[in-house]
């Protein structure tokens, strides 16, 4: 069976500095007419970057949901960026550390109505670099244990989705 959904229609209702808001014409392959909502994302990237037997995190408040999360280092990919140059660059900006970098997994993370994709990638070769975060952006670093990193992930603690996948992968490849 042909599962496509073919748009019909785009219809923008807001453009953003971040994302984009959709409500789209689209036709089911039954041929019947329905809407979907898509927030349009440019992506991110993300680094799993372990050393030793340490895992570094960052931890910081996330707007949305009003709390401190744990997380590997990420960010928005700007516009036509290569996600393996944005990596390097967020890997970088939020910890101060350099590395090659190997891709890991690409993520789907709301693929329910977002198109926004997040490139992770594991750090190899891992080197000091100059630490310089975005000056609207306030984290600390966190270097701990990859197994205490597991268990946390195991009991809730860390939630953020990216974060899981990576670690997860990683442990089991």
Same mark, same amino acid.
């Given at each position: 069976?042909?599962?496509?959904?073919?748009?019909?229609?785009?219809?923008?209702?807001?453009?953003?500095?971040?994302?984009?808001?959709?409500?789209?014409?689209?036709?089911?392959?039954?041929?019947?007419?329905? %809407? *979907? +909502?898509?927030? @349009?994302?440019? &992506?991110?990237? $993300?680094? /799993?970057?372990?050393?030793?037997?340490?895992?570094?995190?960052?931890?910081?408040?996330?707007?949305?949901?009003?709390?401190?999360?744990?997380?590997?280092?990420?960010?928005?990919?700007?516009?036509?960026?290569?996600?393996?140059?944005?990596? %390097? *660059? +967020?890997?970088? @900006?939020?910890? &101060?550390?350099? $590395?090659? /970098?190997?891709?890991?997994?690409?993520?789907?993370?709301?693929?329910?109505?977002?198109?926004?994709?997040?490139?992770?990638?594991?750090?190899?070769?891992?080197?000091?670099?100059?630490?310089?975060?975005?000056?609207?952006?306030?984290?600390?670093?966190?270097?701990?244990?990859?197994?205490?990193?597991?268990?946390?992930?195991?009991?809730?603690?860390?939630?953020?989705?990216?974060?899981?996948?990576?670690?997860?992968?990683?442990?089991?490849?």
């Amino acid at each position: 069976m042909d599962l496509e959904e073919k748009t019909v229609r785009k219809n923008y209702i807001y453009k953003g500095k971040i994302v984009n808001l959709r409500c789209d014409d689209a036709e089911l392959p039954n041929g019947d007419l329905c %809407k *979907r +909502e898509i927030v @349009e994302h440019p &992506g991110g990237a $993300a680094v /799993l970057c372990v050393e030793g037997e340490n895992v570094v995190l960052v931890r910081q408040f996330r707007y949305a949901y009003k709390e401190e999360l744990l997380e590997i280092p990420a960010g928005k990919l700007n516009f036509g960026e290569d996600p393996s140059a944005a990596a %390097k *660059r +967020e890997l970088e @900006e939020e910890t &101060g550390l350099v $590395a090659d /970098l190997v891709p890991l997994t690409v993520l789907y993370p709301t693929p329910g109505y977002s198109n926004e994709k997040i490139y992770i990638y594991e750090a190899k070769n891992i080197r000091r670099g100059t630490r310089h975060p975005d000056e609207d952006e306030f984290l600390d670093v966190v270097k701990m244990p990859l197994e205490e990193a597991l268990r946390l992930v195991k009991s809730g603690a860390i939630r953020d989705a990216k974060t899981i996948a990576a670690l997860l992968l990683y442990k089991n490849k």
